[in-house]
């Protein structure tokens, strides 16, 4: 009976993966606390994203300082890459080679928005993105991009104008 309930509990944590950024908002002391959770098939927990909280760094440092604007980031395991090139992201992926050029690469822009920020979880399997809007209209975005398959799978729009992202602790 304990290993059918410890088995259960096992499925459960590995189904709610989630993913904490913090994202900087431009010209202010404030970041946005974004929460990710990529979608399973046949899998009915909440997935998507959504902004749990603002925080205000000049009174609240628990989260430590604005997060830095980085525009290329390597996986930990040295297996992937994600860059800033003229607005879009690179994905590259590392050759199995000795000679450690990259193959299999994947661009990922969007017409409306320029690519200005990334980072990469620690686990290595994905990256978060900052596009900023290129016309007044549109909302600032960060994009989750699944480094297997190269392609955005969960995103939220942003109401004011970003600056930096980071993995929240």
Avoid at 92 to 115: E, F, L, M, Q, Y
Avoid at 132 to 160: H, N, P, Q, W, Y
Wanted: charged share 20%; with cysteine.
């Amino acid at each position: 009976m304990l290993a059918v309930v410890a088995c259960a509990a096992l499925a459960t944590t590995s189904h709610a993966q989630r993913y904490r950024v913090l994202v900087g908002v431009a010209g202010t002391t404030k970041m946005s606390l974004i929460e990710f959770s990529p979608c399973i098939p046949a899998e009915t927990s909440a997935c998507g994203a959504w902004v749990t909280r603002v925080i205000d760094t000049a009174s609240d440092s628990s989260f430590g300082p604005l997060p830095s604007i980085a525009v290329e980031q390597s996986a930990r395991n040295q297996a992937t890459s994600v860059s800033v090139l003229d607005g879009r992201l690179n994905v590259k992926t590392a050759s199995k080679n000795s000679d450690a050029r990259h193959k299999d690469d994947g661009v990922i822009a969007d017409p409306r928005r320029t690519a200005t920020a990334v980072v990469v979880t620690g686990d290595s399997r994905f990256a978060f993105a900052v596009f900023e809007a290129k016309a007044i209209g549109d909302k600032a975005m960060v994009r989750m991009i699944d480094f297997g398959t190269k392609s955005v799978i969960a995103s939220i729009g942003l109401s004011d104008r970003p600056a930096g992202i980071s993995m929240a602790p």
